[in-house]
């Protein structure tokens, strides 16, 4: 979002609206929708969400005049606890001796996907120990592979959080309720 103030062409603020303002936002997949508000004091809001971190070329008409066009840089920020997608089976069930899998998609406050690998989200069981868990960035997918290893079989709740900053936040849904189940019988662990 940015403000525009219209001036007169001794460059004083004007004090009224009604001119005819436009914008374009554009990236190399295509452009993006852009709103322009006039707040009928003289200034204008542009207002626009890119879907996605890159490299786009805005550029503002003011009656018919370009008077902005430049390439401009969108990063997205630290991942929002609420606004990630957590998905997988791996949240419901998992077997006892198996691996539990699920995903977690990073996504920032405006609900951008946050693809920088850089993030640190924890799988956790509450109130267990479990053998092993962890999440790692998979660079083909650009989401977060999270898996566990539990060894006990019944009713657990895995919490899942993101760390910014150096504070752990909870994600949206989060603890799930798992139910692990006995495994598959090994025959080289039967005597």
Not at 60 to 65: C, E, L, P, R, Y
Not at 99 to 104: A, H, I, N, S
């Amino acid at each position: 979002k940015m403000t525009i103030q219209a001036k007169d062409r001794d460059f004083n603020n004007l004090a009224s609206g009604g001119d005819v303002v436009s914008a374009s936002l554009v990236s190399a997949t295509g452009p993006v929708k852009v709103t322009v508000n006039d707040k009928k004091d003289g200034t204008y809001q542009v207002i626009f969400t890119p879907p996605e971190a890159g490299t786009y070329t805005l550029s503002i008409v003011f009656n018919s005049a370009t008077i902005y066009s430049k390439s401009i840089t969108v990063s997205t920020g630290a991942p929002y606890a609420l606004a990630c997608v957590v998905r997988g089976t791996g949240l419901v069930k998992a077997q006892a001796g198996v691996l539990g899998k699920f995903t977690v998609a990073a996504r920032d406050k405006a609900s951008t996907p946050n693809t920088d690998g850089l993030s640190t989200f924890q799988p956790e069981f509450i109130n267990v120990t479990v053998a092993y868990s962890r999440c790692a960035f998979n660079t083909a997918t650009l989401v977060y592979d999270c898996e566990y290893y539990h060894t006990t079989t019944g009713t657990f709740w895995l919490k899942v959080s993101v760390v910014v900053d150096g504070v752990k936040t909870g994600l949206a849904g989060s603890p799930w309720k798992i139910e692990i189940t006995a495994g598959s019988i090994n025959a080289a662990g039967s005597s």
